[in-house]
């Protein structure tokens, strides 16, 4: 099974998966948001501590963030997750751009039931463990961000 998640605004998008095939089904929680620069133009604060974002996502399972436009040392977390990152190398006008980071409950990450798979600048692939989830199979997770080259 594969589940794409379109990027869409931040409020519009929060998803959960619930798969059975018994009477212990497991309800995971995603949410995607493309945060066009983790650190707001207006205050230059991380948008990661905003009050807000931190109530919207204080119970789901997996955050994913893309377009986080992070330098490699600037510090992504959440407290009571595990942070998996990417982000893009300097540009020729010295800027960063594109960029992921997906933050994944530590309960979760502490069962081994999620892999990462593969990861780009672009995109990266989780499966999600059909027997330590109990789903009826396992379920393939990408975090995509598709950008164009065009000028309008």
């Known amino acids: ?7 869409l605004q931040f409020n519009s998008i929060m998803s959960s998966i619930r798969c059975a095939n018994s009477l212990n089904a497991t309800n995971i929680s995603l949410c995607m948001w493309n945060v066009n620069g983790i ?16 109530d919207v996502v204080k119970h789901t399972d ?8 992070a330098s490699p040392d600037m510090s992504l977390a959440l407290d009571g997750y595990v942070t998996y990152r ?14 992921w980071a997906v933050f ?8 081994g039931g999620l892999n990462l798979i593969k990861e780009t600048h672009d995109y990266v692939w989780f499966k ?6 109990n789903f009826n199979e396992d379920i393939f997770l990408c975090i995509l961000h598709v950008y ?5």
């Open 104 to 111: 994944i409950k530590k309960e979760i990450h502490l069962t």
């Open 148 to 152: 164009t080259t065009c000028k309008f």
């Open 128 to 133: 999600l463990n059909k027997e330590i989830f």
């Open 86 to 99: 990417k982000d893009r190398p300097k540009s020729n006008n010295g800027r960063h751009f594109g960029g």
């Open 39 to 54: 650190l707001s133009r207006k205050s230059h604060q991380c948008k990661l501590n905003d009050p807000f974002f931190i």
């Open 62 to 69: 997996i955050v994913a963030l893309v377009e986080t436009q």
């Open 1 to 7: 099974m594969c589940l794409y998640i379109k990027p």
